[in-house]
Structure formats: structure tokens, C-alpha cells
């Protein structure tokens, strides 16, 4: 039972939009702005895509996209293309617990 | 470039020991955060256990008491030494990086860990 809830699925169709929302409590998600998305793709290492809610590292298309409201967090895809096809996880900072995970989403591109 | 390389995984029966290895180029591990995170199969990542560059160490509950965390600033390194392992300790065991602000954004390639008779 992960910390996080994310729904284990997700779809779209080429060059549209898909949005993974990401729940948690007032003790992470709410409680800090340090909610981070990572990507992988099957058999590989989890790459960072966006930190502290909405923040995007130096490389990573924006496509990507994250926001926050309450105590759930969301990560939008827009612009779908086949190489985003992977699993999506997110992350928040969750005080003496350090850092909590959602159990991960599959993003399917139709 | 900064590269972190895990070793040290494989097949070992509950109760034993294991240690894990980091290797790290590209910057110094004395002067970073680190962690080790898993990937249970078909699940989702878990955070392990993490070392500061103050030396203060923190472990999540799961493993607290059973693994330890440590470096080897001489050899750029980042070791877990786990003991009394569980069948649930099955994962891949991942090596990271910090570098972003609360998040993590340099990661090694995993080494697997089987524990099972």
C-alpha cells in the first residue's frame, strides 16, 4: 500500500493532452511544496522530470507540467508522443517519513 | 558527467547479509545528499535510506535497525550494508543523487535483490 494514491492507468492518443493526479495527505502532498514526478520506461532508471510542484529540470521538454491544489498534485503530458509512454511516479517530501511514492502510473499512448 | 554505478545485488536466503555499492563519478559524494531507494516487482519506488553531507543518516521505518548506510569519501562511494533480510526486501535497489531541491535527480541503474530459500 503505497503512501500515495495514483491511478494505475492512463491513455491518450497522440498529440493529446493526459493528466495523472496524485493524492495524498496534509502530512506530504499538502503539507509541502516538494512534490516531485519521475518517468520510466521498462527496465530502466526513474528520471526526474518535475520538482518542487511545477518545476522542470534543465532538459525535459514542457510538455510536462505539474501542479498542486489541496492535497493532491497533478502532472499533465500535452502533446502526447510515443517515447512518453512509460510509468509515471510521483513523490512528495513528507517531514520525519522524508520522502513518500504513489504506486506508480502506466501512461499508454494509443 | 555525473554517473552512479550500483553493485552487489543477487540471490541470498532470509536472515542473511548483503552489502550494496554505489559508485560515484562526476562529483563528490561528501558534499551531497544521497539515498538508496527500491522497486519492489511490479511496484512502486520506496525511499531506503539517506545520507547527508553533515554525516547525519536517516532509514525509513521498514529497514530501520537491519540496513545501515555509509560512505567512503577516499573512494567516491555510497555503501548499504543490510542484515536480516526479507523475503519483502526483494527489490531492485537503486543509488541517487540529489542535485534538486527535495527531489532526485541522478540515478544509477539498479541492482537486483532476490532474498529467498
Known amino acids: 500500500q503505497s503512501a500515495l494514491t495514483q491511478p494505475p492507468s492512463a491513455s491518450g492518443s497522440p498529440g493529446q493532452s493526459v493528466t495523472i493526479s496524485c493524492t495524498g495527505t496534509s502530512s506530504d502532498v499538502g503539507g509541502y511544496n516538494y512534490v516531485s514526478w519521475y518517468q520510466q520506461h521498462p527496465g530502466k532508471a526513474p528520471k526526474l522530470m518535475i520538482y518542487e510542484v511545477n518545476k522542470r529540470p534543465s532538459g525535459v521538454p514542457d510538455r510536462f507540467s505539474g501542479s498542486k491544489s489541496g492535497n493532491t498534485a497533478s502532472l499533465t503530458v500535452s502533446g502526447l508522443l510515443p517515447e512518453d509512454e512509460a510509468d509515471y511516479h510521483c513523490?512528495?517530501?513528507?517531514?520525519?517519513?522524508?520522502?513518500?511514492f504513489g504506486g506508480g502510473t502506466k501512461l499508454t499512448v494509443l | 558527467e555525473v554517473q552512479l554505478v550500483e553493485s552487489g545485488g543477487g540471490l541470498i536466503q532470509p536472515g542473511e547479509s548483503l552489502r550494496l555499492s554505489c559508485a560515484a563519478s562526476?562529483?563528490?559524494?561528501?558534499?551531497?545528499?544521497m539515498s538508496w531507494f527500491r522497486q519492489a516487482p511490479g511496484k512502486g519506488l520506496e525511499w531506503v535510506s539517506m545520507f547527508n553531507p553533515d554525516v547525519t543518516t536517516h532509514y525509513a521505518d521498514s529497514v530501520m535497525g537491519r540496513f545501515t548506510i555509509s560512505r567512503d569519501k577516499s573512494q567516491n562511494m555510497l555503501y548499504l550494508q543490510m542484515s536480516s533480510l526479507r523475503a519483502e526486501d526483494t527489490a531492485v535497489y537503486y543509488c541517487?543523487?540529489?542535485?534538486?531541491?527535495?527531489?532526485?535527480?541522478?540515478w544509477g541503474q539498479g541492482t537486483p535483490v532476490t532474498v529467498s530459500s
Open positions: 513523490s512528495s517530501h513528507a517531514g520525519s517519513k522524508y520522502w513518500v
Open positions: 562526476g562529483f563528490s559524494v561528501s558534499n551531497s545528499y
Open positions: 541517487a543523487k540529489s542535485g534538486y531541491s527535495y527531489a532526485w535527480g541522478y
